[in-house]
């Protein structure tokens, strides 16, 4: 499936990659605001540049949803179905709407309290503990788990990998693992902001 390979690239990957990056970023605060400060400071140029990234990889996502579009809808494609592939796009929606308002209340902490990662902290500890916010969120990341899943599955698919059903079906389950182990460090770094305690401590 040579042609599907850029859809997925474009797709797939770049959200996959801001994922692990944020996860990384975010994932000192287990430790407390210390630690979350001195791994991950907060700074005017770092905020621009992450800006930067998120609108080229948004561009980049619209534009493998395009090339998608435009390909011959004969012969089979890097998902099983048609019904995977509309899943597939309102779980991309609603992951790139998590990111772009992660972006914003990042933007609207810095214009409040400055680039001072100690004031995030608390401010965050605040903004993810009102229901409302924490539904979006865990609904944000429950898409984007979707979306890493069926990506990855139909990346190594378009890749030429896993060719028969059965192997299929195990592809799938890796994929599907590997994105639920990614979502549960998410979900843990988001339940130390919301209770004030993870349930998966770093050492």
Known sequence: MPRYRSHIALTVWPITALFVLELGRMWPALHGASSFAAASPVTWTSLAMRTLLVVLFLAAYARGWSMLSLASPEGEGPYRSEGCRRLQKLAGGLAWALVVAHLILQWFMSARVGPVALSHYELLRGFLSLPLILGCYVLGLASLGLFVS???????????VARSPESSRWLEVGCTL???VMI?????????????RAYWMTS
Do not use: E, K, P, Y
Request: net charge positive; hydrophobic share 55%.
């Open 178 to 180: 590997v994105s639920a």
């Open 184 to 196: 549960l460090m998410a979900i843990n770094v988001l339940s130390h902001f919301v209770t004030g």
């Open 150 to 160: 069926q990506g990855l599955a139909g990346s190594f698919r378009a890749w030429g």
